[in-house]
């Protein structure tokens, strides 16, 4: 426990999957970009969202299913069927050409193997780390961050020199060739048990728990919103298509740097005292991105906002297995907690795209982008300020105002 060789193998196991999951939600931004100004500029930036919002979804919804199968000791099965699901989809994205062709590909097939995979590489690591596992779920969580930095960068100059077609069947087979690295280093550790039911309404009776998945579904509700809208939003102020992908990249390259330093103090300090001034600080960057005028300022915020968001994606499930004192249910909460938080993902990019309307007067940049964005930065900050304050709130029923660790 807490080390050796076969304990470093299911972080780089994890490493490699939030590569493929997170890692390719945090990337999403190309594809907005690409479908608004390019292959789907007839539906608006809404509808477009939507691909990625149901992809983002299902792979927190699929937790539910995917987090009793591995607690019925089906790890490995799960996998094969997730890294199917994710290449297929990715495959058929490659041929796609209608707006209903990409939801079906990229959100639905996608979204469910990114799902199941997603939970893989969140339950085994409790199992192999106990007094260390906020850091080494840090550690893992450094790969969406990596994979956030390259995938919009590739993707870019893939559609540039060979077109979208070969640029998406390049990244299935990167994926591909990753995911099976994972499923060849991990070693799953939980005994094989009977089903459970797929949702355990007695969970929710912990109202610490029910809580915190609430906290969870606000937070995604508005997490997400810049990786999706910062490239367009760039577009809409005047900066080039170069610069606007260049400065997706720049943010994934913040979340990477901010994923380690929160879940090291999270050992030490406890997961909720970290998670808590991290989400207050995340409330004032998405607000300030009201302000925000020029590249410099764009990339300054979008740093910020992701070097601050960079550990949430580690602490908020694996806090859910503080809740827990049986190893055996870490799968099935961590799932029920995911599928009831992806309700927010599913709606919160929408409703933000929803708020933007078309600006009066046209300013430099594609047609189709001259878009005001201030309700979507003021909906964002709405919906994370709600997540800070039930986090308080948790915070205060576990340990009132105590130095506790939490």
Request: aromatic residues 12%; glycine residues 10%; contains cysteine.
């Amino acid at each position: 426990m807490d080390g050796g060789s076969i304990a470093w193998l299911q972080v780089l196991a994890s490493w490699l999957l939030y590569a493929n999951t997170w890692g390719l939600t945090n990337s999403f931004g190309v594809f907005q970009n690409h479908y608004t100004t390019v292959m789907l500029s007839s539906s608006t930036p809404l509808a477009i969202s939507w691909i990625g919002s149901l992809q983002t979804f299902l792979t927190m919804a699929t937790g539910l299913f995917a987090g009793v199968v591995l607690d019925s000791g089906h790890l490995r099965s799960a996998m094969l069927v997730g890294i199917s699901l994710q290449v297929l989809g990715m495959l058929m994205t490659s041929i796609s050409s209608e707006y209903w062709h990409f939801v079906i590909a990229q959100g639905l097939c996608v979204g469910l193997g990114s799902g199941i995979l997603s939970i893989v590489s969140l339950v085994i690591l409790p199992l192999y780390w106990r007094k260390r596992k906020m850091t080494a779920g840090g550690i893992a969580a450094t790969g969406s961050g990596l994979a956030g930095v390259l995938y919009p960068i590739m993707l870019r100059r893939l559609f540039h020199e060979v077109g979208f077609p070969w640029a998406v069947r390049c990244l299935a087979l990167l994926m591909l060739a990753m995911d099976v690295l994972a499923f060849l280093a991990i070693r799953p550790k939980t005994p094989e048990r009977p089903s459970g039911p797929l949702f355990r309404l007695h969970f929710l009776k912990d109202k610490n728990y029910a809580l915190w998945v609430i906290c969870f579904a606000f937070l995604v509700a508005a997490v997400y919103t810049p990786y999706f809208y910062d490239a367009s939003f760039a577009l809409s102020i005047g900066i080039d298509e170069q610069m606007a992908i260049y400065a997706l990249s720049i943010m994934n390259a913040s979340t990477l740097i901010g994923r380690l330093p929160p879940a090291l103090l999270a050992d030490r300090f406890g997961p909720i005292n970290v998670l808590a001034p991290c989400t207050i600080g995340t409330i004032a960057i998405l607000f300030s991105w009201l302000a925000v005028k020029s590249l410099p300022g764009l990339i300054i915020t979008g740093a910020l906002f992701c070097f601050v968001t960079g550990g949430m994606v580690s602490l908020m499930p694996l806090t859910v297995t503080n809740l827990t004192e049986d190893a055996a249910e870490y799968g099935t909460r961590i799932g029920m907690a995911y599928t009831i938080a992806s309700i927010g993902a599913l709606l919160g990019n929408p409703i933000a795209g929803a708020t933007l309307y078309r600006k009066e007067e046209a300013e430099s940049g594609p047609k189709a982008l001259q878009l005001d964005f201030r309700g979507l930065w003021v909906f964002s900050g709405s919906s994370m300020a709600i997540a800070g304050l039930l986090m308080l709130w948790i915070r205060y029923r576990v340990a009132g105002l105590s130095c506790k660790v939490v």
